[in-house]
C-alpha cells in the first residue's frame, strides 16, 4: 500500500494557476500550492477542515 497522498485541485479553480490541491488524510485533509507541490503540504484534523469547508460554502 502506497503512503503517497493523491492531491486534487477544486473544480472552482478550473484552470487557474494560483489554487491550492487538497488530499483526504485518513482523519482529515491536506492541502498543498499548487505552483509549489514539492515544499510541502499542510494537515487539518478532520474538525478543523469540516469547519472550514462549512464557513466556506455559507460564504459563496
Do not use: I
Not at 510541502?40 to 469540516?50: I, N, R, T, V
Amino acid at each position: 500500500m502506497s503512503n503517497e497522498l493523491v492531491f486534487r485541485k477544486s473544480s472552482y479553480s478550473g484552470q487557474a494557476p494560483n489554487c491550492v490541491e487538497v488530499a483526504e488524510l485518513p482523519c482529515g485533509a491536506a492541502v498543498r500550492d499548487s505552483k509549489n507541490p514539492s515544499r510541502g503540504h499542510l494537515p487539518f484534523p478532520a474538525a478543523e477542515w469540516s469547519a472550514f469547508l462549512d464557513s466556506a460554502r455559507h460564504t459563496l
